[in-house]
C-alpha cells in the first residue's frame, strides 16, 4: 500500500475542504510514494508515540490534532514540535492529521460522544452554511440520464446522510443560433433553433465544483454547455457539535454519574441547574467547545458535554443549561477509534494499531 492511496482516500473521505481556516490538516510529513506497512493512530503526535511507532515498525501515523499548526522557520529540535519532525524524516515516519475536518463531519468526534451516552436522533448543533452550491444544466432529453449519472457519479445531488442522487427536472424549450466556425450538435450554421430541453439541478458541496464541472463537460453533447452555478447559504450537512435526546430523563447528579462512567473521566467540573429540572436534551462538542454554549442553549439543550471552558464561562451558563466540562483529552480519547473504523472501512486488511500511549499533559491529584 503506498502512502498517496491512504491519503488520497483520507483526504476525501473526510474532506480537507471541511477543515477551519486556522487549521493544517491532512498529510504533514511523508513521501506519497513510500510503502505503508503499518499505521499507528493517536490524538496527539508526541515524541513518545513517534517512539512507540519505531518500535514496533509503524511507518504511518495518522493523528487527530496536527503537530504542525503554525509556521516553522527552523527545526533545530528546540520544542517536542521540532524533535518529533526531526525524527520523523530521520526514521522515514510519515504523519497525517485529521482535526477540525473530522470534528464538522456528520459522524464525526462528537457523534461518538453521542454515541458513547447514547442520545437519540443525534443533530449537529451548529451546521455550516455557505459551504453548498447548485448546479443548473439545459440538455436535450435523450442526454438526461448520462449527464445526471456523471454529476452524481461526481459527488452532486447529495442531500445530508441519508439521500443521494437527489435532482430536479423541469421541462422547456432552448434556443440558439450557431455561427460560422461552429460544429453543432443539432441544427445549421447561421439558422436559429428550438429545441426541447430539460433543466437539470442539482446540489453539492462547493469544494466538488472542478470535479462536477469536468464530468458535465465530458458527458454532456453540446459544444458550449449551458449552465449556471450559483452558490447558497443553506445549512450544509456538516458543522460543529452534536444535539440530541436522553432515552431516559435524569437527574443532574445521576447524569454527573453517569457520564464520568462513559467518557472514563477523572473529573467533570460542572455548573448547576435551576429548580433541580431533569435532563432530557444534550449537546457535545470533543475538544474545546465553548464557543457553542449559545448554541446549545438555543437548542434548548439542558446539558453542554465539551472542554477548555474559562472560569468566566461557566457564569455564561446562568444555571438554565449545566455546563460539563470532561477535560479535552477525555472527550476526544473515542476519536482514535473513529478514525480507527475510517481507515478500516477501506483498507479492511492494512495493520492499523491505537497508540498506548496516553498523550493528555494534564494529571489530575
Ligand atoms: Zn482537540
Do not use: W
Not at 474532506?15 to 506519497?32: S, T, V
Not at 461552429?182 to 450554421?189: E, R
Not at 459544444?223 to 445549512?235: Q, R
Amino acid at each position: 500500500m503506498k502512502l498517496f492511496e491512504i491519503s488520497n482516500y483520507l483526504d476525501t473521505r473526510v474532506p480537507l475542504a471541511f477543515q477551519e481556516e486556522y487549521d493544517n490538516c491532512g498529510l504533514l510529513i511523508g513521501n506519497k510514494d513510500e510503502k505503508i506497512n503499518s499505521v499507528l493512530i493517536c490524538l496527539d503526535c508526541t515524541e513518545e508515540v513517534l517512539d512507540e511507532a519505531i518500535k514496533n515498525k509503524h511507518n504511518l501515523i495518522i493523528a487527530h490534532h496536527p503537530v504542525i499548526f503554525q509556521g516553522i522557520k527552523k527545526i533545530t529540535g528546540k520544542n517536542y514540535v521540532e524533535k518529533v519532525i526531526q525524527k520523523a524524516i530521520k526514521y522515514d515516519i510519515a504523519i497525517y492529521a485529521m482535526h477540525t475536518n473530522l470534528d464538522n463531519i456528520y459522524g464525526g468526534v462528537s457523534f461518538q460522544i453521542a454515541n458513547k451516552i447514547g442520545l437519540e436522533n443525534p443533530q449537529i448543533l451548529k451546521p455550516k452554511t455557505n459551504l453548498l452550491s447548485k448546479l443548473s444544466v439545459y440538455c436535450p432529453k435523450p442526454f438526461v440520464d448520462k449527464v445526471k449519472k456523471a454529476l452524481f457519479n461526481s459527488g452532486a445531488g447529495r442531500v445530508g446522510e441519508f439521500y443521494d442522487r437527489c435532482s430536479f427536472i423541469s421541462k422547456g424549450l432552448g434556443s440558439f443560433r450557431p455561427l460560422g466556425g461552429a460544429t453543432p450538435f443539432s441544427g445549421n450554421i447561421g439558422k436559429e433553433s428550438l429545441v426541447e430541453e430539460d433543466k437539470v439541478e442539482v446540489i453539492f458541496y462547493s469544494y466538488l465544483k472542478p470535479k462536477i464541472l469536468f464530468a458535465l463537460e465530458h458527458s454532456h453533447p453540446y459544444e458550449e454547455v449551458a449552465y449556471i452555478c450559483t452558490e447558497m447559504d443553506n445549512s450544509s450537512f456538516c458543522g460543529s457539535g452534536v444535539i440530541g435526546d436522553l432515552t431516559k430523563e435524569m437527574r443532574l447528579v445521576k447524569f454527573l454519574a453517569y457520564v464520568k462512567k462513559q467518557m472514563n473521566t477523572a473529573v467533570i467540573r460542572y455548573t448547576n441547574l435551576k429548580d433541580n429540572a431533569k435532563i432530557k436534551r444534550v449537546a457535545v462538542c470533543g475538544g474545546s467547545g465553548s464557543f457553542l454554549l449559545e448554541d446549545a442553549l438555543q437548542n434548548d439543550a439542558d446539558v453542554f458535554i465539551s472542554s477548555d471552558f474559562k472560569y468566566h464561562d461557566f457564569f455564561d451558563s446562568n444555571n438554565e443549561i449545566s455546563i460539563f466540562d470532561i477535560g479535552h483529552y477525555e472527550s476526544e480519547y473515542f476519536t482514535q477509534q473513529l478514525i480507527f473504523d475510517i481507515v478500516k472501512e477501506k483498507f479492511s486488511k492494512l495493520a492499523v494499531h491505537l497508540t498506548t500511549v496516553c498523550t493528555n499533559p494534564i494529571l489530575y491529584y
